[in-house]
């Protein structure tokens, strides 16, 4: 079976078959934070509207997803970038910059399909709770996932025509 593996920036979720039954289910009031950069001040994390998050005894996160329906058509933004990507990039008129896996959605005449069931993996201020402009969100459709904790960090680069440059987190 081939890994489904959904990144925004250096962190990721990991779609899996079933949270272990020795995970506790974690209570948040508002977001559920996967991983917080201290030399930024953002945080990648969930809506707890549309996520449902457990720890396992190791500590390693795990999350049900929920979401929300999303039913839309709109034009792709930064088409070729995001299509060598496999993402989808979109703004959404209520939901901002999101992006989604092209195996998730349907892409026709330079416009993404969406028609299911996703949570956004948020990119945001950790005070004002804003969107940042590091990443977009990313659509996360509905099933079971293993956290950040199990992929590990992986470096990120920005690329640029004149340089390929390490992303601060």
């Known amino acids: 079976m081939k890994k489904e593996i959904y990144r925004q920036g250096d962190v990721g979720v990991e779609r899996v078959s079933e949270i272990p039954a020795t995970a506790k289910k974690q209570r948040h009031k508002k977001r559920i934070l996967l991983v917080q950069g201290a030399?930024?001040?953002?945080e990648h994390s969930f809506d707890v509207s549309q996520v449902t998050a457990f720890v396992d005894e190791g500590g390693a996160q795990f999350f049900k997803v929920t979401g929300k329906k999303l039913k839309f058509r709109?034009?792709?933004?930064?088409?070729?970038?995001?299509?060598?990507?496999?993402?989808?990039?979109?703004?959404?008129?209520?939901?901002?910059?999101?992006?989604?896996?092209?195996a998730d959605v349907r892409i026709e005449d330079n416009h993404a399909i969406v028609d299911g069931t996703f949570a956004a993996l948020s990119h945001l201020d950790s005070a004002s709770l804003k969107p940042s402009t590091d990443h977009a969100a990313q659509g996360i459709p509905t099933g079971l996932y293993r956290g950040a904790s199990f992929i590990g960090t992986v470096r990120q680069s920005q690329y640029s025509p004149q340089e390929v440059r390490r992303v601060q987190d």
């Open 74 to 102: 709109l034009p792709l933004e930064k088409q070729e970038e995001k299509l060598i990507r496999k993402q989808a990039l979109v703004v959404h008129p209520k939901l901002g910059k999101i992006a989604f896996r092209i």
């Open 39 to 42: 030399a930024t001040g953002h």
